[in-house]
């Protein structure tokens, strides 16, 4: 597609229920990056894959948090048993390798309540 | 990976340059720095990066500094449209972002 696409734009969900958040990377593109951005703060790194391959995860903030890759194209970042603290967005970025320009789709914004 | 500092925020005439600065001071000799820019509820916008050298682009020049401990954007003739939070990013294989400077171009 012509640029990152993530889904869904807005989710409320109730405290304690799961979440899975989606995100189509650029076509072609080999890296993808997940942040998360609190609200007044820039974005923070949570995860990264090269492919299929997750070589770093080391910014997922507890193990309720878990992102895959399976056919190195399409990523899911689902959290479980959801707490009002994970309320933020959620950035897909892609880029074709490390060392290129990432670009960021419009984010997935999770209100916990 | 480099911890960047900025400013705040930052105010700009209509018309007139705005700079924005950015400190890097630990950032490594094989680290990009990267810029770009947040309009509320869109996702980080790609401006410029560079290495050593300074760049520039349709939308903006990057200076930075021999050292490579800060570095400044430039946007020449800011508009309202500018109007946003900058980011600068350190990057080996992944963007770290410090808290942004607010731009606000006012008429």
């Known amino acids: 597609g012509a640029g990152v696409s993530q889904s869904p734009r807005y989710k409320v969900a109730k405290r304690g229920q799961d979440v899975a958040l989606r995100c189509d990377p650029i076509?072609?593109?080999?890296?993808l990056f997940w942040y998360q951005q609190a609200l007044g703060q820039g974005p923070e790194f949570l995860t990264y894959?090269?492919?299929?391959?997750?070589?770093?995860k080391s910014g997922l903030p507890s193990d309720r948090f878990f992102a895959e890759r399976p056919e190195g194209s399409v990523s899911t970042l689902k959290i479980q048993r959801t707490q009002q603290e994970d309320s933020a967005v959620y950035l897909c970025?892609?880029?074709?390798?490390?060392?290129?320009?990432?670009?960021f789709g419009e984010g997935s914004w999770l209100t916990v309540v | 990976d480099a911890k960047t500092t900025q400013p705040p925020s930052m105010d700009c005439a209509e018309g007139r340059a705005a700079n924005l600065p950015c400190n890097h001071s630990t950032i490594s000799g094989n680290e990009y720095v990267y810029w770009y820019r947040q309009i509320h509820s869109q996702g980080p916008q790609y401006i410029i990066h560079?290495?050593?050298n300074n760049e520039t682009n349709e939308m903006a020049s990057l200076i930075i500094t021999e050292d490579r401990k800060s570095s400044t954007l430039i946007l020449p003739h800011a508009t309202l449209r500018d109007t946003a939070v900058y980011y600068c990013?350190?990057?080996?294989?992944?963007?770290?972002f410090g808290t942004g400077t607010r731009l606000q171009v006012f008429p």
């Open positions: 894959f090269q492919n299929e391959a997750q070589l770093d």
């Open positions: 560079g290495l050593k």
């Open positions: 990013a350190g990057d080996t294989d992944k963007l770290i």
């Open positions: 076509s072609g593109h080999v890296s």
């Open positions: 970025a892609s880029s074709r390798l490390d060392g290129n320009t990432i670009y």
